[in-house]
């Protein structure tokens, strides 16, 4: 045999065993069972969906005897499973007023931002909205435009517009801290959402609710908090009532007389680390919050929400710049105006709006970005972090004010 021959003959052996681990790597494949698919990773709580989304009404139901705070239950019109959120955040709402609001702005969109009032389910979302009338002391002043659109024209079966939840205010999960949540009026809802999660997740973990209104007729969620007290033993409740009315018992209907303040609470919490949670009108924010402080609880530990621009500040938070003599040169690019900011005007929306600039506004408040808008130059500060987070380049002017000239492009 010569050479050639028996280097071809090599060959065919090599190439015969590679055909032969081929195949039998091939039949393995074949009889091997399908991969299991990867475990899904765990839902975010901050998982949600890109602008609107529609709801449609599933229920309606009173929660005071007075039947001045209405729960709207809230079912996507899609059918997918709703997303988790941290409980004390919002939902964000564009209401359409229609002919039926003739008499007040019919015709007119709204943007609205309403807390979510119950622990998070994947069916259903639950905000509770309290009528707004006129002042008792100035009848002639119109009635909250949304929350009477939401009492009087939106029905069960109705399809509302829904931005997903969000917002800075919400409950540590950390079932290691004891909670104190503090609800003034409908202050009570996003009380509720983090005291029903705790409830449900956390059953063990010390809460102290204190909730502030005048009399039961204005108490919501009176027998749900009732039972839930006698159900679960680290929950410590106390109500309080300014105003009594005569067939209210102490005791049964209310722990406290008076109000909600520094020294209701020295008297009834035990010593040691607390986390604050605290929502309710302006009056209550602008003397509770600066009080918690004053009383040496840790600015990290003092947690607030307040309904509309409320003006808080802890004490040793940075205020606003005043501005200079000469006053601040803003200009807004779009509508050809350079004005002088004085520094009277609580923001910059209520001052373009002063001066006859239209901007798009919805909650006033930080929350919804519907006046989000870019900065071209300069700086715009914030006495708080707003709730709504802008855009790079971008900013909140309900809630903003210029640091130094600033060009918009409104």
Known sequence: MTALE??????AALLAQLAVGIAVVIRRRQAAPAPLPAAAPPPRPD??????REFRVAQRSFEDAARSQCSFYLQPVDGQALPAFRPGQFLTFSLDLGAGAADMAGGRSLTRCYSLS??????????TIKRVPAPPDRPALRPGLSSTHFHDHVQVGDILRVKAPSGHFFIDPDPALPVVLIGGGIGITPMMSMLRWCM????QRVVHLYYG????????FKPQLEAMAAEHPALRLHVVYSRPAPTDVPGRDYQHAGHVDVELLRQTLPHGRHQFYVCGPPAMMQSLVPALAAWGVPPADIHFEAFGPAS????GAQAAATPAAGGIEVRFQRSGRTLTWHGEDASLLEFAERHGIDVTSGCRSGGCGSCETRV????VQYEHAPDHDPAAGHCLLCVGRPAAALVLEA
């Open 6 to 11: 028996l280097l071809a003959l090599i060959s």
């Open 47 to 52: 998982l949600a969906w890109e602008g609107w």
């Open 118 to 127: 119950d622990r998070p389910d994947p069916a259903q979302y639950r905000v």
């Open 200 to 203: 449900a997740h956390q059953p």
């Open 213 to 220: 209104l005048r009399n039961s007729d204005e108490q919501a």
């Open 312 to 315: 808080v500040r802890l004490p």
């Open 376 to 379: 071209l130059d300069g700086v």
